[in-house]
């Protein structure tokens, strides 16, 4: 798996000219704006994002054990 970034980043504003997250045949890119005018304003989100057979949950530790945890509580 690779992690690839290419951002700045200050207090109320996140470029992100370029993310990607690859694992094999399987990627996710992302680009675009994330600002906050203010601290009590929300953050505001413009980005654009191309998945290709991407599974989120490669990249989640702990992953195998939490199954089993909620399986064993829903059981």
Request: glycine share 6%; proline share 4%; charged share 25%.
């Amino acid at each position: 798996m690779q992690l690839k970034l290419d951002a700045t980043l200050s207090a109320q504003r996140i470029e992100l000219r370029d993310l990607q997250a690859l694992a094999g045949d399987a990627h996710a890119q992302l680009s675009g704006l994330i600002t906050h005018a203010a601290s009590d304003a929300p953050w505001g989100f413009k980005l654009d994002a191309a998945l290709k057979d991407f599974d989120p949950a490669l990249w989640w530790p702990g992953r195998d054990e939490l199954a089993v945890a909620q399986q064993r509580r829903a059981g």
